[in-house]
Nanobody
Framework: QVQLLESGGGLVQPGGSLSLSCTAS????????MAWFRQAPGKEREFVSA????????KYADSVKGRFTISADIAKFSSHLRMNSLNADDTAVYYC????????????????????WGQGTQVTVSS
């Protein structure tokens, strides 16, 4: 079994930055895919970003492209999401998700392909 723990959420002013981290424990994998999803109040959960460690291929939702950067630390079975130029639309609970294999690029944003999920961390962008 794999447990995921997110950290780094909080309150930030519009235009500010935050970094989220996700650390996995339990089973280890030689390659894996980690992703971030978010859910705002009254909205469905949506894909934010993903990275597969086999080739460090990344994918971003259009809404965060150019502002967010995802990275992974294979040795630590973790991922990080650097979020810049935050705005009110980024306010949501952010969830880390993982899969113990590499997904094809076109599937990186499919939440049902990730068997492991964290509890979520709140990100609030407000002045």
């Amino acid at each position: 079994q794999v447990q995921l723990l997110e950290s780094g959420g909080g309150l930030v002013q519009p235009g500010g930055s935050l970094s989220l981290s996700c650390t996995a424990s339990g089973r280890t994998f030689s390659d894996y895919t980690m992703a971030w999803f978010r859910q705002a109040p009254g909205k469905e959960r949506e894909f934010v970003s993903a990275i597969r460690t086999g080739d460090n291929k990344t994918k971003y939702a259009d809404s965060v492209k150019g502002r967010f950067t995802i990275s992974a630390d294979i040795a630590k079975f973790s991922s990080h999401l650097r979020m810049n130029s935050l705005n009110a639309d980024d306010t949501a609970v952010y969830y880390c998700a993982a899969r113990g294999s590499n997904l094809i690029y076109g599937s990186l944003g499919q939440s049902d392909l990730y068997p492991y999920w964290g509890q979520g961390t709140q990100v609030t962008v407000s002045s």
